[in-house]
């Protein structure tokens, strides 16, 4: 998963991840500290609703704040649009301070004196919405207890519920009861919108510095089976030489309309071509790699030239038999026994010792009969 359109995710994450370590680095946590006595009883200090959404209060919380992100708020995102997405933050932020402004009113003697930092209602409040939209892609259970993909986020979220009771529980009750206020229609807040211009300027000017948003690229290249197995073994030899099938799109055309040359691959064919063809001989350590692995061409497929004495012991033996017969049957058996030593020991050796006399014999009296 990336963050491909879903640039309001990536920059709440960049955001309160820069926000929380300035505010460590400079010791200023105080400041996006939120409490009602003495912050909103006695000194009045309303803008603190607002500012204690900016940084989390630990690295622990900012961990599991930015990985709820990245699992949940990104399928949000993506299922809303960008515009829609950025309007429900800010309306999410809204209506929770709001109602964290009432729960310090109403609770406050009994123990909720103050909020813990940090966009947290917002993240409850997003993961109402994707309890509600993302269906689960598969199911499992543990102890007999029905559990789904999504279960995890939902753990992970549970700790920030019970790390600092009973603060942290009222805070997540409030985010999820600002997901359902905006779930509901109520006064029409889900269809609330950002002004233009700040899309524009936003779009213009701040998405730019979060970088690019596109996915990385995964590799395209397939590299067929060549379809030889043994019969016992099952074993299968891949021929790193065939065509290579490739998955991508095809390649944009240059403005004169013509497609731009693919560069050969090392080691190929065609890269030994050109490499002859430019004056220069191909890499020893390449062919010496390549004849490890098995990746020689066909041309040359590493078979070593029978001496003259295995020669002349074989036309001994078949006067009748031309010379060529017999140097393509000790080389062809010599194939044979090549193939299977190096599926069994995985292409690390690509050179038998010598070839094998008898199964030569043994071919030239099968091709008699």
Not at 141 to 158: D, E, T
Request: charged fraction near 15%.
């Amino acid at each position: 998963m990336s963050f491909e359109n879903a640039p309001v995710t990536k920059a709440l994450i960049i955001t309160s991840g820069v926000t929380s370590l300035l505010a460590g680095i400079f010791d200023v946590k105080h400041y996006f500290h939120l409490q009602f006595i003495p912050h909103i009883s006695r000194h009045h200090q309303y803008w603190r609703l607002l500012t204690h959404h900016l940084a989390f209060s630990n690295s622990s919380d900012l961990f599991i704040g930015v990985l709820l992100f990245y699992n949940v708020a990104i399928h949000i995102e993506r299922r809303f649009g960008s515009v829609k997405f950025a309007s429900f933050a800010f309306v999410s932020l809204v209506v929770s301070s709001l109602l964290e402004l009432l729960t310090l009113l109403l609770f406050h003697r009994v123990g909720v004196n103050h909020i813990a930092l940090g966009p947290t209602t917002l993240i409850f409040s997003i993961l109402y919405q994707y309890s509600r939209i993302v269906p689960p892609v598969y199911t499992y259970r543990i102890f007999g207890f029905p559990l789904n993909n999504k279960s995890v986020n939902y753990f992970v979220a549970l700790q920030i519920a019970i790390s600092r009771l009973p603060t942290s529980l009222a805070v997540a009750v409030i985010g999820i009861l600002t997901g359902q206020i905006y779930r509901s229609d109520l006064a029409g807040l889900n269809t609330y919108r950002l002004p233009h211009s700040l899309v524009r300027f936003s779009s213009t000017y701040l998405a730019p510095l979060f970088g690019s948003l596109r996915a990385p690229r995964r590799s395209n290249r397939a590299l067929p089976d060549d379809g030889r197995a043994l019969a016992a073994g099952g074993l299968r030899n891949l021929d790193l030489n065939e065509e290579v099938i490739t998955t991508a799109r095809a390649p944009p055309t240059s403005s004169a309309g013509v497609t731009p040359r693919r560069s050969p691959r090392p080691g190929s064919e065609e890269d030994n071509a050109n490499a002859t063809s430019e004056g220069q001989s191909p890499s020893v350590m390449r062919e010496w790699v390549d004849e490890l692995t098995g990746r020689t061409g066909r041309a040359n497929v590493g078979l070593r030239v029978p001496t003259e004495a295995e020669i002349a012991h074989l036309t001994s033996m078949f006067p009748s038999i031309e010379r060529e017969v017999v140097v393509g049957a000790l080389q062809r058996r010599q194939a044979v026994f090549q193939n299977i030593f190096n599926m069994i020991f995985t292409n690390c050796l690509a050179h038998l010792p010598s070839p094998n006399i008898e199964a030569a014999v043994e071919t030239l009296l099968q091709s008699q009969t």
